[in-house]
């Protein structure tokens, strides 16, 4: 059910030189966010819109789809760009040919992925727990990215027995980032189970030079309201709930200029304006690609998204999800019944796997010490050579 906040207007957020009117960021998802979708969010709505994760180590080598990944429409404004890395060497060579080659106005550091083929090399949610490894990436990218503002996104930690978030948060704020964004569960609950928000408010309430962003079931904009009511966080980040809804962040632009008008501004599309929506989202895709082919073959995991609680029958939408052409695409369109209203919370709440939650794949003997011994920084020096291409 949308309630209606009673927060009084929220503030612009500013991340280092950057201001951004309405405090949303949109969150790093592989295979989601890449040019072809911030663009199509950036049509509805306002905020920063991340590029997906793409490994340090791929960056200095120039791979070719890291390369394609960093590129920019000419319409994004501003350009931002996640990193991962485990070795601070790395990273930093990779935020200095960034701002070298004027190829950001924002970079972001993943410390929060939680995904198994990372945490196994010690990256993503597992980093945090080596807190001088940690403290050293952070130093070395905040040097290497000078007026560039540089950012981190972490979750609380590794699992409830090994929890980073405090300890880290006031390490990258010593280390002089300029906001940390807390996804508010371990790497051993994945995406399951509900956000714990307690912890945004008690690392708003611990650090205090920089902003702090909030993340985890922000499903509407009314949600989005109640965190930053809830927990005082500077700005959300939005992730799994825009999952075919670009125009949550139309809602979220309208929430945060009025609150008071949360629970009227939400967008209630017909099918129709689903169906246009989609097609748009192929087009960009097809032009990200350069491929018709490849574009098609993109969209067809956003047709579930796009289309939730609303009437598409079954054969229509197994068809939607082999499209091979925008022609066939548009043929397949046009068999909707465009008029069909919005179905209300049948097209709402959750969306994504959540997946359960599990014991997180960490390197042998990753717990046993909050420092690197000998062995493990040498374990560090392949970490990255699986992501190698973003």
Wanted: hydrophobic share 40%.
């Amino acid at each position: 059910m949308t309630t209606i906040s009673t927060i009084g207007q929220v503030a612009p957020l500013s991340i280092g030189p950057l201001r951004l009117d309405v405090p949303v960021v949109l969150a790093p998802m592989a295979g989601i966010t890449n040019t072809a979708f911030r663009r199509l969010c950036r049509e509805f709505g306002a905020g920063l819109y991340v590029s997906e994760m793409i490994t340090s180590r791929a960056l200095v080598e120039r791979t070719p789809e890291s390369m394609r990944l960093i590129t920019h429409h000419e319409s994004e404004t501003p350009r931002s760009i996640q990193l991962y890395g485990v070795d601070p060497t790395t990273v930093a060579e990779a935020v200095t040919m960034l701002v070298a080659e004027d190829r950001a106005d924002h970079i972001d550091l993943n410390f929060g992925c939680p995904v198994p083929k990372v945490t196994r090399k010690g990256g993503g949610a597992a980093l945090p727990w080596k807190l001088g490894l940690f403290r050293q990436i952070v130093e070395g990218a905040v040097k290497a990215a000078g007026d560039i503002p540089l950012t981190i996104k972490m979750r609380k930690g590794i699992d409830g027995d090994h929890l980073t978030y405090l300890e880290a948060g006031r390490a990258a704020e010593g280390a002089g980032v300029a906001s940390i964004a807390l996804h508010a569960r371990t790497a051993a609950e994945f995406y399951s189970g509900t956000a714990d928000w307690s912890a945004i408010a008690t690392l708003k309430q611990t650090i205090t030079s920089v902003p702090v962003l909030g993340n985890g079931d922000i499903w509407s904009a009314a949600d989005a309201l109640r965190m930053v009511d809830e927990t005082g966080c500077d700005g959300v980040v939005v992730g799994r709930g825009c999952l075919g809804r670009p125009w949550l962040f139309g809602d979220l632009a309208a929430a945060f200029r009025d609150p008071a008008g949360a629970g009227t501004a939400s967008a209630h599309p017909t099918l129709g304006q689903v169906a246009a929506t989609f097609r748009r989202h192929a087009e960009l895709l097809v032009e990200f690609f350069d491929s018709e082919d490849r574009g098609c073959r993109d969209i067809r995991k956003h047709v579930a998204w796009y289309f939730k609680g609303y009437p598409v029958g079954g054969e229509l939408r197994a068809k939607l999800a082999t499209v091979e052409s925008l022609a066939q695409l548009d043929d397949l369109l046009a068999e909707l019944d465009g008029d069909q209203e919005y179905p209300g919370e049948g097209a709402e709440g959750p969306r994504g796997r959540a997946g359960t939650p599990k014991n997180p794949a960490l390197p042998d003997g990753w717990l046993l010490s909050r420092e690197l011994d000998v062995r493990e920084r040498g374990d560090l020096a392949d970490a990255e050579l699986s992501h190698s291409g973003g």
